[in-house]
């Protein structure tokens, strides 16, 4: 039984992680109903960022984090401006094939660079022990770390000029537009933002976990489920919803093999589609 307790414990610290991947991918939904096709290798794009920072460069591996959260920021807006901004407004097909086209090139220039081998960052740091288990130092400071990204996303958008201008386009662009906000201007830092927070979330679950070029599938199909848990446009939804998810996890691998993971969360992002189309926690004006 304590093992379990163990298991669940770690399994809601890693779901923080997940649900800092998914505020990028449900903050760009929130704004501007595109879904971001490209989110899970912009997620390995921060694990390869970490890798390289730490591994090849011998920078610490968390103070790889400034430079992944600014890369990231400006890889969003160039993706907001070659494959975003012509396809806002437009019929949802639109903005998923572009991304998702990019997506493609994305990969196979990965693929070309680093091949399918595994990579690994060592991150060495004292756990806190609970009987015979012991939750390692890792897992802590990645959801310390998720935990106060996530809270000043929420104070960025609550408490910041840029951030109410972000909640207003959400809301109305039209009218955001009528008062003067830039909202060309808004929607790619937006995606900048959503982007950034892809990358980060990338980076810590690179200090946890071995990755390959191709582990983005995986992480964006959990950023899906955590979406849907939390509430498509909500960036404090997600944040439960990974924490859920994480949850989830912990609670069912005593029990069934790491491989039936994956299928049992696409079972549950299917069903909780059915029942919540736009999500568990959902509502107008989440932002």
Request: no cysteine.
């Amino acid at each position: 039984m304590l093992g379990v307790l163990a298991s669940i414990i770690d399994g809601v610290l890693v779901g923080l992680v997940y649900g800092l991947a998914a505020m990028g991918l449900t903050l760009i939904w929130g704004v501007m109903d595109v879904i971001n096709l490209t989110h899970g290798t912009m997620i390995v794009a921060g694990m390869f960022g970490l890798y390289g920072l730490a591994s090849a460069a011998g920078l610490p591996p968390y103070l790889a984090l400034p430079p992944v959260l600014i890369g990231g920021f400006l890889a969003g807006v160039a993706l907001y401006w070659v494959a975003v901004h012509r396809m806002v407004g437009r019929p949802p097909l639109m903005s998923l094939l572009s991304t998702f086209s990019i997506n493609l090139m994305l990969v196979g220039i990965g693929t070309g660079i680093w091949g399918t081998a595994l990579f690994n960052v060592d991150v060495s740091l004292p756990g806190i022990s609970m009987g015979r288990y012991t939750f390692p130092g890792a897992h802590i400071l990645a959801a310390v770390l998720a935990a106060v990204i996530a809270a000043s996303l929420y104070v960025f958008l609550h408490r910041t000029r840029l951030g109410k201008a972000v909640r207003a386009v959400a809301n109305n662009r039209e009218a955001a537009e009528l008062v003067g906000i830039p909202t060309t201007r808004v929607l790619a830092i937006t995606v900048g933002f959503g982007v950034a927070l892809a990358g980060v979330s990338g980076m810590l679950i690179g200090t946890l976990f071995p990755f390959t070029i191709l582990s983005g599938d995986g992480y964006q199909l959990k950023s899906f489920v955590v979406t849907v848990l939390g509430g498509f446009g909500n960036p404090v939804g997600a944040l439960l919803g990974g924490v859920a998810l994480g949850l989830l996890e912990g609670a069912i691998t005593p029990f069934v093999p790491v491989s039936w993971t994956l299928v049992i969360e696409f079972v549950l992002f299917v069903l909780v589609l059915i029942a919540f189309p736009l999500g568990i926690f959902s509502r107008r004006g989440a932002m």
